[in-house]
C-alpha cells in the first residue's frame, strides 16, 4: 500500500522549496515522515515461550497521521458508548459558504472555535422553542475541513438525539423526520456566525488582504446574509448501533486514508473519490505530488483544537448524572460501571485474538520487554 508518508518521503524536498510550513504544519509534517521509523526509537517485544525478541518502530500518535488513529477511536469510542440512549439519532451537517475560505484558512483557531459557537447556539435554541422540540438535546459535533478531493471544505457533522430532556425533567421525543426546519436552522445559523465574524479581530494577508480593508469586509458580509447557506439532515440513523458505526468512521478521520491512494510516481498522486455533485460517482484523480502534499497540510489543525465538542445533556458538566436521568425516563437499565478496555484487549479486538503469536515457534505470545523502550 502507498502511503501518505512514502509520499512525503519521496517528494517532500521538492514540495518544500515551494512552499513554507506554519509551525504546526511543520510538526505535524516531520510526525508523519517519522512514524515507525528509527527517528523516534523503538521499543522491544520477547515471546514467552522461545524467546524470539522483535524490535518494532515507535509510532508518531500525531492526531493526522492516518496510521495512528485506529487505536485512539475505538478508545474513543468505547468511552462514547456508555452515553448513548435507545432512541434515533439524526445526522446534521453545517457547511460555509466558499467565500469564507479565506477568512477561516487565515483565521483558524478563531474562526472553527466560532463556527462550532454558531452551530451549537443555533441547534440549542431551536431545540429549546416549544415549536419543534421544547427541550435540551445532547449533540456530538465533529469539525472536517476536507473535500473528498483534498480541497479546503469546512463542515461540521452534528449527531443530534432525537428527543431532549425538558424543564420539567421529562423525556420529550421527536418526531420520526429532523424536526427542526433546515432552512430555518441555515438562516438562525448564517445570522450568527457572521454577527461573530464582525465581531471579531481577524487577520488578512496574501490574496485576501483587501479584506483589511473595512469597507470591502462589510461587502463580503453583506453579500453572504443575501446567500442561501447550506444546511442538510441526512436521513436518520435506523439504530443506536449505527450512530456507533458512524462515529467510527467520522470522529478520527484524517483528510485520506493511505487505503485511498491508488498510485505515486513521475511526480504525480492518483487518489480515489467520490464526487457528490455527481451523483457520488467512485472516479480517480491524479495531481502533482507537491500539490497531493500541500492539499494535505491545509487540513492541519492548530495545536490544542478540540475538533470533536459535546453540547446539551452531553456536555461535560453534569453529563453522568443527565445521562443515568434520560435512561431511567427511556425506560433503560441503569448503566453498570465497567472498567476500560486495555490496550492489549482492544487491539484483540481490531486484530486478533492471536495477533501477538510468536512467528517463531507459533505457540508463544509476544510481549513488551522492559525497559519498554531502546534506542534505534
Not at 466560532?114 to 431545540?127: D, G, H, I, N
Request: with cysteine; net charge positive.
Amino acid at each position: 500500500m502507498i502511503e501518505v508518508q512514502d509520499i512525503i518521503n519521496r517528494y517532500g524536498k521538492d514540495f518544500l522549496e515551494k512552499h513554507k510550513l506554519s509551525y504546526d504544519q511543520a510538526r505535524a509534517y516531520r510526525a508523519l515522515q517519522n512514524c515507525r521509523t528509527a527517528a523516534l526509537g523503538s521499543h522491544l517485544d520477547v515471546c514467552n515461550e522461545c524467546g524470539f525478541e522483535k524490535i518494532s518502530y515507535n509510532s508518531c500518535r500525531n492526531r493526522h497521521c492516518p496510521k495512528c488513529q485506529t487505536l485512539t477511536k475505538e478508545k474513543w469510542i468505547e468511552k462514547q458508548n456508555q452515553y448513548l440512549l435507545d432512541i434515533g439519532y439524526f445526522h446534521v451537517v453545517f457547511t460555509v459558504p466558499e467565500e469564507l475560505n479565506p477568512v477561516f484558512y487565515q483565521n483558524q483557531e478563531v474562526a472553527y472555535s466560532l463556527f462550532f459557537k454558531a452551530v451549537s447556539e443555533t441547534l440549542m435554541e431551536l431545540c429549546a422553542d416549544g415549536k419543534y422540540l421544547g427541550a435540551t438535546p445532547g449533540i456530538t459535533s465533529v469539525l472536517h475541513t476536507w473535500g473528498q478531493n483534498l480541497t479546503y471544505h469546512p463542515h461540521l457533522h452534528c449527531i443530534v438525539t432525537g428527543g431532549g430532556l425538558a424543564k420539567d425533567k421529562k423525556w420529550r421525543s421527536s418526531r420520526k423526520k429532523f424536526f427542526i426546519p433546515v432552512k430555518v436552522a441555515s438562516r438562525k445559523f448564517k445570522g450568527k456566525l457572521l454577527s461573530f465574524l464582525k465581531q471579531s479581530k481577524l487577520y488578512f494577508g496574501g490574496g485576501a488582504a483587501h479584506l483589511s480593508n473595512p469597507h470591502d469586509f462589510e461587502s463580503l458580509i453583506s453579500s453572504l446574509y443575501r446567500k442561501e447557506w447550506v444546511v442538510y439532515c441526512k436521513p436518520p440513523f435506523k439504530s443506536p448501533s449505527n450512530v456507533i458505526a458512524y462515529l467510527g468512521r467520522y470522529t478520527h478521520r484524517v483528510a485520506i486514508s493511505n487505503n485511498r491512494i491508488l498510485k505515486a510516481g513521475n511526480g504525480k498522486v492518483s487518489f480515489a473519490w467520490r464526487d457528490y455533485r455527481d451523483g457520488g460517482k467512485k472516479k480517480v484523480m491524479t495531481v502533482a505530488a507537491t500539490e497531493f502534499i500541500r492539499r494535505f497540510m491545509l487540513h492541519i489543525l492548530p495545536s490544542g483544537l478540540r475538533k470533536i465538542r459535546h453540547y446539551g445533556i452531553l456536555s461535560s458538566r453534569y453529563k453522568t448524572e443527565k445521562i443515568a436521568l434520560c435512561r431511567k425516563l427511556l425506560g433503560m437499565t441503569a448503566l453498570q460501571a465497567g472498567q476500560p478496555s486495555t490496550t492489549l484487549e482492544l487491539l484483540q479486538k481490531l486484530l486478533g485474538q492471536d495477533f501477538d503469536l510468536c512467528p517463531c515457534c507459533k505457540s508463544g505470545h509476544l510481549s513488551r520487554a522492559s525497559p519498554n523502550t531502546v534506542t534505534a
